[in-house]
């Protein structure tokens, strides 16, 4: 089941801004039940002092409430981002990736290592030849790995159409950062960071360390998203932007971020939904893009009234 929180902030001159906090198991300390607490602890009033005790202790809710102080912002013009096709571990991936293909995909992300290797190997292969000409894969190993095996598959994935490798190692293990550095000077193909990515502070710290790869990027989990992206900008960073899971409320402040992005647009992460049992908390999405006129239409206030 996926817990997160709302929040409704009503502004002196009458108007009310939202936000979403939906923190992960494994991205970081913080609970669901914490950021409840810390909402009832704020009491009737958020003040600047408020924000400042939060920002490191509960970055899901600084988030939200930055968010729902800062209100929808200016208005996007009309865009469309391409969605990467989330598909299922295994030979299961190949019944989906044609229907995807049809669909007007072309990038699929593939979840890896959970079978062996060579095995995963050969059905890359068929997948390769299941979905139109051109198209790109990500493979995301969510750290299964260890340096040997990444070292296989980087090997093996600079002779296929892939984008990037997305964390191949575990982002906690001894020396794994050492170790993501050395594989990216190794091998051409891309590597993206991802659980190694889990507060504000990590991306400071693969910029500092010169990180040449992608950073995925999961903007609800971060305490200041927009400085991070400040500051990756400046770098001229590879992003992408990718779903935590959220409702649409966080899916539009994220989703938003993504289309105000001044760098190159990679497919969105957010093909995830359907995701809840109630279609309306849903973000936007299913096909192979999505628009600034979809988040546009995304209603706060009506998935605010949802709740009661």
């Known amino acids: 089941m996926r817990e997160g929180v709302y929040v409704r902030i009503e502004r002196p001159d009458g108007t009310c801004g939202y936000g979403e906090a939906a923190p992960v198991p494994g991205f970081g300390a913080e609970s669901t039940d914490a950021v409840e607490a810390a909402c009832l602890d704020l009491g009737d009033r958020v003040d600047a002092e408020a924000l400042m005790r939060l920002e490191r202790s509960l970055p899901s809710l600084y988030n939200a409430l930055s968010c729902a102080l800062a209100g929808a912002g200016d208005a996007q013009p009309q865009r469309s981002l391409g969605v990467a096709a989330l598909l299922p571990a295994g030979r299961a991936a190949l019944a989906q990736a044609p229907l995807r293909g ?51 598959w980087l090997s093996r994935a600079s002779e296929r159409p892939v984008e990037f490798v997305e964390q191949p190692i575990e982002a906690s293990g001894p020396r794994s950062d050492d170790t993501l550095l050395g594989l990216a000077a190794d091998f051409p193909v891309p590597i993206a960071l991802d659980e190694s990515i889990v507060s504000d502070g990590d991306v400071g710290l693969w910029l500092d360390r010169g990180w040449a790869g992608y950073f995925v990027v999961k903007a609800s989990l971060l305490a200041d998203p927009k400085a991070a992206l400040e500051r990756l900008a400046r770098a001229k960073a590879r992003v992408v932007f990718s779903s935590a899971l959220e409702t649409a409320l966080g899916a539009k402040a994220s989703l938003d971020l993504a289309f ?24 936007p999405g299913g096909g192979p893009f999505i628009s600034s006129e979809e988040t546009g239409r995304i209603n706060p206030e009506a998935l605010w009234n949802a709740l009661s």
């Open 102 to 152: 049809e669909q007007g995909f072309r990038v699929f992300k593939w979840k890896v290592g959970v079978g062996h290797a060579d095995d995963e190997i050969a059905i890359l292969d068929d997948l390769v030849a299941a979905v139109p000409s051109g198209s790109l894969f990500r493979l995301d190993a969510n750290g299964a790995w260890d340096r040997r095996l990444a070292s296989k």
């Open 260 to 283: 105000a992005w001044p760098g190159a647009k990679a497919a969105l992460g957010f093909g995830v939904y359907p995701l809840f049992a109630d279609a309306r908390f849903d973000g």
